[in-house]
């Protein structure tokens, strides 16, 4: 992360000077607010943990990745490559055969499809993520792409998981240098917006939308 | 992350010697495959990006959070900080005001909830995550209370994305050193298991299910 334009404040830690982009089945995007503008609507506190008992059987774990489900591959995987910048580190084709029913329990939702891809991505930034080694890093995303629903004229579509019913899940949030030139550029692209850094109050926050209308602020 | 059993191998680039532990609406725990077992079922290809014209535009973007809804905190930042290891590095109240309707559209499907808390958790293991810098790493866990539903009787639970209707999200996952070690640990403390690494061809992955019954594999 380049020049994060963070200052440390008491009152609001975090909310001033830096920029979040958020992605959940839409992106959600964040610049500059004024402590003076959140504060009419917000309260804070800060929390750190005090002195957990942290485990050492604990010590190794790192929050790897997140699963989301998509329509089409060769749509996301533009937008989360070209549009996002995030590099495609892994795929792995999985075919789940009869004579395996076992197997069908795992992953336990996508049974009515026989085969399924996932994809791996990551910004990578340098890091030389590979296949080999992104188990050893956070922050990586993996889209599952049951095969067929590109074509399937019967297929809905994925719950973005902000709204009834299939409420749950909210968002994957990005952050950035620059949030007005960010959003400036998805413009250009023709990415869909929920929330434009002009609307509501929260001028530093914005949400897009990916292929499957995940949030991403 | 400690001692990664990692071995780089051109057919199944790493499944072989290491251990996934996934939660989404449920926790997934992998550990140690042999190639040979996987074969029967799966083919692997990886991709590696071909030279993407990764723009400066993105450079500074990073896979900041991931954003659960939870029913009752108390419970399930138990369940993050002392099952998981997580560290809880900031919360954030908010109040969305009537006078302040334009908000109402942000985050848009609180609207029923006058109040809501965010708490963002990461495995810390050292690097000092604060609420001042959180935005500049990858792997936060953001958890988002409504305030009411953990004790109102008609609140229904949210979904965990992995059956219809709300089909979407997927998981979470971790990465884990042991997981034999930490699925043990998991039994001892009570964990529910959507799938243990007996069940099923897959040993290495088992799935767990935080107290939402998002799954983390």
Known sequence: MQAFRLTRTARVPGYNRHSL?????????????????????????????????????????KFNHTMLRVKDPKVSLKFYTEVLGMDLVASTHLCLLSALEPLLTFPPAENEFETFTLY??????????????RFT????????????????????????????????????????????????????LGVR????LTDGKMKHIAFILDPDGYVLP
């Open 193 to 196: 917006f929920q929330k434009r």
């Open 21 to 61: 982009l958020r992605i959940p089945s839409h992106l959600f995007l964040r610049s500059s607010p004024t402590q003076t503008s959140l504060r009419t609507h917000r309260t804070f506190s800060t929390t750190r943990t005090p002195a957990m008992p942290r485990t050492p059987e604990t010590a190794s774990f």
């Open 120 to 133: 791996f991505l990551a910004f990578d930034h340098g890091t030389n993520t590979t296949a080999e080694n």
């Open 137 to 188: 890093r956070e922050g990586i995303l993996e889209l599952t792409h049951n095969h067929g629903t590109e074509s399937d004229p019967n297929f809905q579509g994925y719950a973005n998981g902000n709204s009834d019913p299939g409420r749950g899940f909210g968002h994957i949030a990005i952050t950035v240098d620059d949030v007005e030139a960010a959003c400036a550029r998805f413009e250009r």
